[in-house]
């Protein structure tokens, strides 16, 4: 089946410094997945911070950004000068338009900013 | 409003209770689910509701059941929790599917002791 890693536990970055979060995926698909990058600031639910359906192209928002390489199966999240207000979990997901409601979620990356 | 709200945000039972968790959302949004989250894994899912009286299980649904009578409201239900349950409970919505975009409740923290 379709599975999503992602760079596991906390990562811990000072204020201003840059930061990147990997995400690779597998899929047995023949057709290429959706990418989400979502993530849930304290105290709030999950949202989505950005998408990429496109191979190739790149998302961004919020001063992130994350480019879908079908080469290498990956949907980093960079950005490159984090605030102490980015502190939250970011999950990589995707999904299928064939399967779209089956939604594949890695398992979160904690990011504590310093100030 | 966009918004989905879950009820309760933190819930304590003894293992054997049933526990009712609630969940609406204000954007008549057609497909709803229920998802939960351990410590160290991603967010498995337990059910989909495409729209009223009409519900699918997810990966996980042993030991849960649903409820969708209202398109704005899906409930979970469990019935005689274990501990095994405990977990933090998320709700989603989507206009279509989740290859679109899900947007989230805040979750509710279950703990069965």
């Known amino acids: 089946g379709d599975s999503v890693t992602q760079t596991e536990g906390q990562v811990t970055v000072s204020e201003s410094k840059s930061l990147i979060i990997n995400c690779t995926y597998s899929?047995?698909?023949?057709?290429?997945?959706?990418l989400f990058w979502y993530v849930r600031y304290p105290g709030e639910g999950l949202q989505l911070l950005l998408k990429?359906?496109?191979?190739?192209q790149k998302g961004s928002s919020r001063g992130f950004e994350a480019t879908y390489n079908k080469e290498t199966t990956s949907f980093h999240l960079q950005k490159a000068s984090v605030q102490e207000s980015d502190s939250a979990v970011y999950y990589c997901a995707l999904a299928h338009d064939t399967n779209a409601y089956k939604v594949i979620f890695g398992k979160g990356t904690h990011l504590h900013v310093l100030p | 409003d966009m918004k989905v709200t879950q009820m309760p945000r933190y819930l304590i039972k003894r293992m054997g209770e049933n526990v009712l968790l609630e969940c609406g959302q204000d954007?008549?949004?057609?497909?709803m689910y229920w998802y939960r989250q351990d410590p160290g894994l991603g967010l498995q899912l337990i059910y989909i509701?495409?729209?009223?009286?009409?519900?699918s299980e997810g990966d996980i649904p042993k030991g849960y059941r649903v409820s969708r009578k209202k398109r704005e409201h899906f409930s979970l239900i469990l019935d005689s929790a274990k501990t095994n349950q405990t977990s933090v409970y998320f709700c989603a919505s989507s206009a279509g599917t989740g290859a679109e975009r899900l947007f989230f409740g805040h979750g509710t923290k279950l703990s069965v002791l």
């Open positions: 990429v359906i496109t191979a190739g």
């Open positions: 954007m008549s949004h057609e497909t």
């Open positions: 899929t047995t698909s023949i057709a290429y997945p959706n």
């Open positions: 509701s495409y729209d009223v009286d009409s519900n």
